[in-house]
């Protein structure tokens, strides 16, 4: 059996976690390619790819298959590089870029004729950085957007959906604009917002020298992603600078309203306020297609105690529930418990609450 010859140039989190997931198809041999010596060797430590290279063009040549999964700016100079390469057979070529526009706007300067390219982008991540923390799994039920160049590539469209196919995920085909309006929406802000959250506890900190100990529960659920690598993140600001400034323009109004809301103390209308936000979040949830994976969460009490947490997943590891997350509370507001599980179904969650609840503990399911 011919494999499929995939080189994935760039192996961070993003591109170690898809060399991960298609390497572990016996149709597929992957080639990686880095700049970092130390990720090279550990990549091919851990089985993550079949060899390694730090000849880019030597390697390109060999590839079916070539995912760019490097920084925005290290990417558009790879796609330069892609164009003078003599390549003797078709290659398809895609990115994981969250900024698409500059990205598609180097792919119509491509003049190579052996080279299709499809843009991409798998929309899932993690706070955590580098090839040690990939996972096959980490774009698992994850929307993977994909953006054509070319009107007749719908057959290439489908062999790369094919080898990424390891990787679960839901593609979506976009046009670049509307995937970076989007992404701005609900991707990139959110970052910037969580880290100016971040800068503002530390300027109260100078005045309350115990606030770190409270920085728990909801603070530290909405500024996790302030924990990304701050180089790529810079990256995606400048290449999709335009749209944040306006979303900042847009919240910097918002957040005059609100505080307008505040100072006028109208009980009614912040009521209003917090009651549309609380139902067009539960509703991303619910949607198959939004950005929010649709979870269902199940509160249990359990002591502080060695083994509490392991007896509640093996009751259920025993009935065959499979658990999506676990998360132990440390700040507890209007929530019986200390223990959130969360599950694919509201099946499995009504489920486990009433076999947990059989088995002695108390549960609560929040409406």
């Known amino acids: 059996m011919n494999k499929k010859n995939i080189l994935v140039a760039g192996l961070g989190l993003i591109g170690g976690s898809l060399a991960k997931s ?31 290279s730090h000849n880019f063009t030597q390697s390109a040549l060999l590839a079916d298959f070539i995912i760019l999964a490097a920084p925005i700016s290290e990417t558009i100079s790879l796609m330069r590089e892609i ?28 003049t190579n004729e052996k080279v299709t390219f499809i843009g991409g982008h798998p929309m899932a991540g993690s706070h955590k ?10 774009f698992e039920n994850a929307i993977y957007v994909l953006s054509p160049t070319q009107e007749d590539s719908e057959n290439e469209l489908k062999k790369l959906q094919t080898i990424l196919s390891s990787a679960k995920s839901k593609f979506v085909i976009l046009n670049p604009d509307e995937h970076d309006e ?53 990256d995606i600001f400048s ?18 309203e609100l505080k307008m809301l505040l100072d006028k103390d109208d009980k009614e209308k912040m009521i209003t306020y917090l009651d549309k936000a609380k139902l067009y979040r539960d509703g991303l949830a619910e949607s198959e297609k939004g950005a929010i ?27 065959n529930i499979s658990i999506k997350n676990i998360e132990i509370l440390e700040v507890r507001e209007d929530i019986t418990g200390v223990l959130r599980l969360s599950f694919y179904t509201k099946d ?12 002695g503990y108390e549960t609560m399911i929040q409406k």
């Open 22 to 52: 298609m390497a572990a198809s016996d149709e597929n041999h992957i080639i990686g390619y880095d700049l970092n010596e130390d990720s090279l060797k550990f990549a091919l430590l851990n089985g993550i790819v079949h060899e390694t």
């Open 348 to 359: 499995a969650q009504l489920y486990s609450s009433r076999f947990l609840e059989n088995n």
């Open 182 to 234: 989007m992404t701005g929406v609900v991707s990139h802000f959110p970052h910037l917002i969580a880290s100016s959250l971040v800068h503002q506890a530390k300027k109260w900190e100078k005045m309350h020298e115990f606030l770190p100990k409270l920085a728990a529960g909801g603070f530290r659920d909405i500024t996790r992603i302030a924990s990304s690598n701050p180089k790529m993140w810079q």
């Open 239 to 256: 290449h999709n600078s335009s749209k944040m400034s306006v979303l900042l323009e847009d919240w910097i109004q918002e957040m005059k």
């Open 129 to 138: 950085k580098g090839i040690q923390a990939a996972k096959s799994h980490l």
């Open 83 to 110: 164009n003078t390469i003599a390549f003797k057979k078709e290659v398809i070529i895609s990115d994981t870029a969250s900024v698409k526009s500059p990205i598609m706007a180097a792919a119509k300067l491509l």
């Open 293 to 319: 994976p649709s979870f269902y969460d199940l509160y249990v009490d359990i002591r502080d105690q060695t083994g509490a947490l392991a007896t509640v997943v093996q009751l259920l590891a025993n009935e």
